[in-house]
């Protein structure tokens, strides 16, 4: 057993900038749930088979998430917040339009997840570094998936 080691992630572990980073995450997950399940259904016209699964699969994706930085805020020992990020969800039938906010929800929580990275890094905790960062992976996937999407 390392005692240095473990003593400086003790104190690195209460940081509370890395639970805020996290908490900010957490709430973007939170709000991706809510968005993608409201997209799913209201979603209409030729679109709907396809996008309507697309927003249920990014509903899964995103409870996924939600719960790996929950777990994340827990073993350091934080407090996660349950509230989901505060800005609006965009209300339409216009499949067009969520397409464009959810561009805009997952470029935030890459942007969040990129930020969250280096803390992580900085902290030494290398498995909770390789959850986050295919967290973070994922996102990536989902801005250049809906980028295409709205070409």
Do not use: C, Q
């Not at 609006?88 to 997952?106: G, P, Q, R, W």
């Not at 250049?144 to 999407?149: I, N, S, Y």
């Amino acid at each position: 057993m390392n005692l240095g080691y473990d003593r400086v992630l003790g104190d690195v572990m209460g940081d509370k900038s890395i639970i805020a980073a996290l908490n900010k995450a957490l709430a973007w997950e939170l709000r991706a749930v809510a968005m993608y399940a409201h997209y799913s259904a209201y979603v209409s016209g030729i679109h709907r088979p396809h996008l309507s699964v697309y927003f249920s699969n990014e509903v899964n994706e995103s409870i996924t998430h939600a719960s790996t930085v929950r777990s994340a805020i827990v073993k350091l020992d934080g407090k996660a917040i349950t509230e989901r990020a505060p800005e609006e969800i965009v209300h339409t039938h216009d499949y067009s339009i969520m397409l464009e906010e959810a561009y805009k929800t997952e470029k935030i929580a890459s942007d969040v997840y990129h930020s969250i990275l280096p803390m992580i890094e900085e902290l030494g905790d290398d498995e909770l570094y390789d959850s986050l960062e295919v967290i973070y992976f994922d996102e990536m996937r989902s801005v250049e998936e809906l980028r295409m999407m709205l070409k």
